[in-house]
């Protein structure tokens, strides 16, 4: 769904002076695509105006939805790629990018996380062809002979 037609449905939904069952449901969903987010209910029905109202926020502040992301940390997870950083992560603002590289540097953390592709822990095709490249040592030391 592209951000012009999310605006347009969600200035339609905040037309509606009562939100219908397929309206609800149209919030849920759009509530996923817009903030990468799952929906959550309550007891009343201005959740769903909230929602609305908090899509329309985000899109007006960054004038895109939000980026999905093939990683996710658990629950109360706050991370720091390096310490004394002034940098911290969550799920909120977390990237692929950001993941794959405190993944790289600090491997053993992965507990940390609830979510890594599997694509995450495949054989980098660069590395793997220069360990085949690598001369041996027989060669080395005939040459220097």
Not at 114 to 134: C, F, G, L, W
Request: hydrophobic letters at 35%; a negative charge; aromatic letters at 8%.
């Amino acid at each position: 769904m592209k951000v012009v037609d999310a605006i347009q449905k969600l200035e339609e939904l905040r037309g509606c002076k009562v939100l219908s069952a397929s309206n609800m449901q149209d919030v849920e969903q759009l509530y996923k695509e817009v903030l990468d987010k799952e929906f959550v209910k309550t007891s009343c029905r201005d959740c769903y105006n909230d929602a609305i109202i908090e899509m329309m926020l985000y899109i007006k502040k960054y004038e895109k939805m939000k980026e999905k992301c093939n990683y996710a940390l658990k629950n109360g997870v706050l991370l720091q790629l390096k310490f004394g950083s002034d940098e911290f992560y969550t799920n909120a603002n977390l990237t692929d990018e950001v993941a794959r590289k405190y993944l790289t540097d600090h491997p053993d953390d992965a507990n940390l996380f609830s979510k890594i592709p599997e694509d995450h822990y495949a054989p980098n095709p660069k590395t793997r062809m220069a360990e085949q490249v690598k001369p041996s040592e027989e060669i080395i030391t005939e040459e220097k002979q």
